[in-house]
């Protein structure tokens, strides 16, 4: 199914709809209230953001290099070091390691990563029960459906949906339920996710960032299933990109004035767990085993291209959170994993050009993306640019290209232009029903199918002009 | 003092009172104020769907016929965005057209930009009456940082009340191509728009870009609202309403 159809499809679901309408203005005002808050401790957010894009900036600017530390590090301190050169190898690695140590069952912490591997269906295969354990990620997994958000899951859920998820799973009856069951839903989901956390043999997490100086992994989370999967199971797998990394503490501590103000608005997420190797003699937990996989799958491609600048990405939801176009849609109808203006970059550059046509050219361009994140990433510049990479490699439709072609040509002849306006417009007037206006236009059926269609009023502006001028 | 009146293709199309409004604006400056003649369209388009090559021909086009004045004024801006940002991006390696498009972008001004700065004490007619509420464009105001100019401007009209609408800074989903190409998702967007307007109650939505106005226009009209008028802000100021 193409991107029209999907987005078709949503626009037109009233379900969606509701629980879009109702998260847009909690996102947009938290972060706005967090980035404020940034003030009080006497920091200025724009100055912040050069400070995190630089930061950004150097890790790419030498990412083997850091790599290279990293890796030495965390096996000095008992972590084991893979690489993973796309999601397939990520599965095929996650898999050996479980049946090696003999895990029946994964608890997961939220990871989008995993979702590039598919990383649930392969362990599945292989007779290993995936558990989600993010609160959002297991109401999406209960639901059979993928996350729609990277760091809110199960935003496009109702509580009505969530319900009837929760009593199925937990073989109970249905009741009815508002938001001030909340607390008494997430209890219901914690019962149950303990459990989990105890019989686990293997913790599946992701990373926020990793930390050169230290070989850590930095786990910015709210619920506290991340220090669970991290600590309780034998095993723990860390699955995250190559472009995570950040050499030191310090410069971790930057980037988390801006992660959880621009996600969430929180001045910080309630757990930010730094792991480091295994359990050392006299811990009271923590894995015996630790392994980090850090992944390619199409990250190494992007440095040194026209692309580098979505490298940066701290995966924080503030340009998705500000985009008119996702917030009509919601993140499945995009296709692949990442949704939004940072999907629309990412999905045609890690899936293929051609394979994501529609994702660049579905954006009005009105960059509330680019003025939120916090490491500047110039997402309608990406967009654009992947648009420019479309018609170059020959990939836009052919009566597009030769319309916009024949336009301009025209455009460069100003008498012919006039004429052909003047016909235009006498046209358009022609067109115009009894209300005075355009119900139905055939030459642009995706304006009026939505919207009227003002006729104008028969004649140009040049052409009254050089009457005017006559007269 | 020669300006140069770039009318923009959708006005010269679709709303020719605006460029008439933006003309009489600019004449009571007391500037010298010329039409251009050969102008047609600044290739934003073009260049919006990813053809360089053609919004690179359109641009050399504009960059030379607007060479030969002081100040180019544009009522639009998504189009002054086009002629100041995107011109001198495009031209960036070229040694020919580059310093001219830099040279252009320099002297060119949104409409409300232009006379909140040089002209600040230009005298504005009486409001026919009534209750405005004012739609920020993207591009005018994330592209070029047009937010107080329009206001300083429409609180010297005297009888006009203007209350802000919830989100007057998000998008109104008309995107250009965008709008006919994802015409759903584009309703979708407007239709908040049209919420947020009809939430303030106001006689007019006003804004600066006709492309926006179109579009917020055309959906208030389809949802039945008849009464909400949707001006441009040229249109407000000359004291000409809608032609």
Redesign the interface.
Known sequence: MHF?AR??ER??NPVL?KALQKAKPLFVGKRAKGVASLADDGLDFELLRSTAESIRNRVLADLDVWLDIFETRARVSGAEVLWARDGDEVARLVVDIAQRYGVTKAAKSKSMLSEEAQLNEALAAAGIRPVETDLGEYIVQLAGEAPSHIIAPAVHKTIGEIEALFAEAHGRPEQPRTSADIPAMTQEARAVLRQHFLSAEMGISGANFLIAETGSAALVTNEGNGRMVTTLPRVHVVVTGIEKIVPTLEDFSTLMRLLPRSATGQTISNYVSLLTGTRREGDQDGPEKTVFILVDNGRANLLGSAWQDMLRCIRCGACMNHC??YF??GGHAYGWVYPGPMGSVLTPLYTGIENALDLP????????C??VCPVRIPLPKLM?G??????ERGL?PWR??FA??A??WV??R?AL?RWL?RG??RY?RWLVDG?G?IRVFGM????T??????A??G????E??AARKRA | MRIALYVTCLIDLMRPGVGFAALRLLEATGADVVVPPAQTCCGQPAWSAGDRQTARLLAEKAIAELADYDHVVVPSGSCTDQLRNIYPQLFADDGHWGPRATALAARTFELTEYLARFAPELPLPDAEGGHVTYHDSCKGLRGLGIKQQPRALLARVKGLQLTEMADCEECCGFGGAFSVNFGDVSTRIVDRKCESIATVGADAVVGGDLGCLLNIEGRLRRRGDERTRVLHIAEVLAGGGES
């Open positions: 029209h987005a078709a626009v037109r709809q008119p176009v009509s849609l050219h579905a954006s009005t361009g009105c960059n509330q680019g003025v654009h992947l648009r420019e990479t479309q018609v836009r597009e290209r916009l072609r336009w301009a455009a460069r100003p232009y306006t235009a417009v358009l209300s206006r642009a059926p995706g304006w199918d939505g919207r009227d269609l003002a104008g009023s004649k140009t502006f040049h009254l002009y």
